[in-house]
Every structure is written in structure tokens, then in C-alpha cells.
Nanobody, 125 residues
């Protein structure tokens, strides 16, 4: 059974930092591309950042470039999202997701095969 478990969310002031983690089990983690999506109330999930199976390729939404860094440790079956200079508009539930294709081909949520339950990130002004 595939499980993706996010952690590291919370409440932080604007300008602060958080580090999200996504621990994977039940799949060959090193073969999957991984992504972080956010979903704000009443809005669709949108891709924030993605990383290929090897970590050699990454994608960032324009809104987070220069502030967020995605990384992975295939030996630990874990993906990370370092979030710096947080803004109130970053407030959302953050989900990690796994794509068996292994490479970054799209920003669409439907391309991803497995999802975590999400972790809330709230940035106060």
C-alpha cells in the first residue's frame, strides 16, 4: 500500500521559514517524480514545485522561484520543500504527490498517481 505522509506545516509569520517533508512508503521512491501542490480554499490544486526521479531536474511556479527549494533523498524515501520568505498568500494546504513517469512533463495534478493527506501552512501578516 502506497503512503505519502507530509509533515512540517504550521503557523509562521510573514518572512519566516518552514520545511515540509514527505515520507514515502510502498513504492520504489527513486523511480518516481515528485511534486508539491498547494490548495487554497475554494481553489484548485496547483503545482508549486516538482523534482525528477534523480533530482537532476526541478520545476518551480513563478510565485515561489527564489524562495522555495525542492529536494529529495532517495536513500531515505523522503522529499522536502524548504520555504523561505513566506508570504500570507502562501497560506494553503500543501500536498505531496508521486508520478510514476519519473520525469517532469506537466504541471497538471491529474498526472500524479499518489497523494498525501496534506499539511496546513498558515502565514500571518
Amino acid at each position: 500500500q502506497v503512503q505519502l505522509v507530509e509533515s512540517g506545516g504550521g503557523l509562521v509569520q510573514a518572512g519566516g521559514s518552514l520545511r515540509l517533508s514527505c515520507a514515502a512508503s510502498g513504492l520504489t521512491f527513486s523511480m518516481y517524480a515528485m511534486g508539491w501542490f498547494l490548495q487554497a480554499p475554494g481553489k484548485e490544486r496547483e503545482l508549486v514545485a516538482a523534482i525528477s526521479w534523480s533530482g537532476s531536474d526541478t520545476y518551480y511556479a513563478d510565485s515561489v522561484k527564489g524562495r522555495f527549494t525542492i529536494s529529495r533523498d532517495n536513500a531515505k524515501n523522503t522529499m522536502y520543500l524548504q520555504m523561505n520568505s513566506l508570504k500570507p498568500e502562501d497560506t494553503a494546504v500543501y500536498f505531496c504527490a508521486a508520478d510514476k513517469g519519473g520525469i517532469i512533463t506537466t504541471t497538471q495534478a491529474r498526472a500524479y498517481d499518489y497523494w498525501g493527506q496534506g499539511t496546513q501552512v498558515t502565514v500571518s501578516s
